[in-house]
Nanobody, 125 residues
Framework: QVQLVESGGGLVQAGGSLRVSCATSARTFSTINMGWFRQAPGKEREFVAAISWSSTTYYADSVKGRFTTSRDNAKNTAYLQMNSLKPEDTAVYYC???????????????????WGQGTQVTVSS
């Protein structure tokens, strides 16, 4: 039962930047795979980025080159740095986690076991 707490969302102008944090209570954070998903009102949940226990990163084509995910194992925290934000990035952003060894595909939301509460990111034009 890993608890995830997100912070760092807010309102930003198009072209601006935000960094979302996901703090976890996991005692073995270094063996947890982390993912980022987003959902806008009336739209399907969408994969954004992921970082594995070994720090391999994956990105959706829509955010590649603009977003970067990282992790600080000493702080048990994952980050999503969002640059060059666009209005279409507006959504609730969720972090998710699953222990290494469980069935896993980085872009499949159904493969993640634990979820954060979500944080709103709004990009104005």
């Amino acid at each position: 039962q890993v608890q995830l707490v997100e912070s760092g969302g807010g309102l930003v102008q198009a072209g601006g930047s935000l960094r979302v944090s996901c703090a976890t209570s996991a005692r073995t954070f270094s063996t947890i795979n982390m993912g980022w998903f987003r959902q806008a009102p009336g739209k399907e949940r969408e994969f954004v980025a992921a970082i594995s226990w070994s720090s391999t990163t994956y990105y959706a084509d829509s955010v590649k080159g603009r977003f970067t995910t990282s992790r600080d194992n000493a702080k048990n925290t994952a980050y999503l740095q969002m640059n060059s934000l666009k209005p279409e990035d507006t959504a609730v952003y969720y972090c998710a986690a699953v222990y290494y060894g469980s069935p896993y595909y980085y872009a499949d939301w159904n493969k993640y076991t634990y979820w954060g509460q979500g944080t709103q990111v709004t990009v104005s034009s």
